[in-house]
């Protein structure tokens, strides 16, 4: 069986797209029965967002080695059946990512797992991308633990 994680963003651009890739690759090399996909819980906020992915965080993530070929989608709205079907679900900033949660999935909120990784404008891209980078491997590395 193959569990499934759901990381959760505004835009599904940037933070959650680089948190999936990375988190991919490392439970991969880990031989973990998990995959990760992302998703954004509110698309229309990203008027300003120029092609499927942040260059900044593909740049991150080639720097270490990770291919994002296999990456290549457009941002894709989070729906119902993307919650269902997780069986854990990280938003990467509880003070963003909770309101949109609570009004466009009021059951889900309380069922999400939040990471406090703070977007553009409030923190620069190399700093939240540390965050992530460290989150991840944490998680990863909590996971290979517990299947032991």
């Known amino acids: 069986?193959?569990?499934?994680?759901?990381?959760?963003?505004?835009?599904?651009?940037?933070r959650s797209r680089y948190a999936e890739i990375l988190f991919n690759t490392l439970a991969a090399d880990m031989g973990l029965n998990w995959t990760a996909t992302s998703r954004g819980l509110a698309l229309e906020v990203g008027v300003n967002n120029v092609g499927p992915m942040y260059a900044v965080a593909i740049d991150r993530l080639?720097?270490?080695?990770?291919?994002?070929?296999a990456y290549g989608r457009w941002p894709?709205?989070?729906?119902?059946?993307?919650?269902?079907h997780a069986d854990l679900i990280i938003a990467l900033d509880e003070t963003e990512h909770r309101p949109y949660l609570t009004e466009r999935f009021a059951d889900w909120p309380?069922?999400?797992?939040?990471?406090?990784?703070?977007?553009?404008?409030?923190?620069p891209a190399q700093v939240a991308l540390s965050?992530?980078?460290?989150?991840?491997?944490?998680?990863?590395q909590r996971l290979a633990t517990s299947r032991d």
């Open 62 to 69: 080639q720097q270490q080695g990770i291919t994002t070929a």
């Open 76 to 84: 894709i709205q989070v729906q119902e059946c993307d919650l269902t």
């Open 1 to 14: 069986m193959t569990y499934q994680l759901l990381f959760l963003c505004t835009g599904n651009y940037y």
């Open 131 to 140: 965050k992530i980078d460290q989150e991840v491997r944490h998680l990863v």
């Open 110 to 123: 309380d069922r999400v797992t939040y990471w406090g990784v703070h977007d553009l404008g409030f923190v």
